[in-house]
Each structure stands twice: as structure tokens, then as C-alpha cells.
């Protein structure tokens, strides 16, 4: 599902209550140019050096939200978030992690959510508003809107889709 859509993919494919605030990835193509799902096994990395500022739940696993100061971005505050994933023992807030450090495996949809296939969800955004990451969650993500969502295709290369 492509940032901003309003319609779900899954299941009985209604309408989303809000623009979707990321990417949904579920499908890749191999080398071999097979096309593959992604699963409980798809090793979910960083996608750029920050740090691990907040773990939520979401309606389908964990999401990991890590901060990124950018160089010439006057330290604004850039997150990614990585969604419905199952995090391993050593991660929590505060964790330094570079590119390509693998933060999570994907997390499997519970029995009454079978209609939704696995997938990663990836938000993007600058945070402008002041909120203390201990309030950050899907909720006051939704409401308090302190982050500025970025289209992720517009951002993350070619070469990780
Ligand atoms: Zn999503």
C-alpha cells in the first residue's frame, strides 16, 4: 500500500479511517527474479545510522521508531519507523544503530487477523512538534500529528525495493 492511499489491501479492502502514513511492503523479487513474500524470517534493517528512541505496539506486532540527525538538517529530528515487527531480546530505546543493522524480524499477523498477509510498514517523517518520544505512539501520531510524513519512495532508494 503506497503513502497516502485510502484504501486497504487486505481482507475486505474497505477504506482507511486516515491516509496511510507510510509503505507497505509485502512483496520483493529475488535475483533469480522470482517473487517472494516477505515473512517471519525477512531480517528488517536500518535504514540509515540513528538511534532507537521508542518501541510501540501496533495492531499487528511492534513498531521501532529510530531518530536520525541528518547532515545540513539544522538538527531536526528525522524518524523512520519500521512496523508489525517482532523485536530481538538485545533491542530497546537508546540503541545505537548504524545502516544496515538489523533491528527486527517480521511479525505474523494473530489467527483472527488472517485476511492481512505479512508485511513491513515503513513511515518516514520529520518530527515539528515538540512531543517527548515517551508520548509517541500510533494514537498521538494520528492526533497530535508532531511528525511531518515523507512519501518513503520519495526517499529510500530503488535499490532496497
Ligand atoms: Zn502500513
Partial sequence: MLFNAMDK???NQGKRE???EGLDLCLYRDREDRILRLDEK???PALYDGVVVRVVDD???KSVIVEHRLPGSDNSRFCTIYGHTNLPRGLHVDRIVKAGDILATLARPNKS??????HLHISLGWIFNEISYENLDWDTMDTLKPLKWVDPLQVIS????
Avoid: A, V
Fill in 18 to 20: 486516515r491516509p496511510h
Fill in 59 to 61: 495492531f499487528i506486532g
Fill in 113 to 118: 487477523q488472517s485476511n492481512i498477509p505479512p
Fill in 9 to 11: 489491501w487486505w481482507g
Fill in 158 to 161: 530503488r535499490h532496497f525495493l
Fill in 42 to 44: 525477512t531480517k528488517i
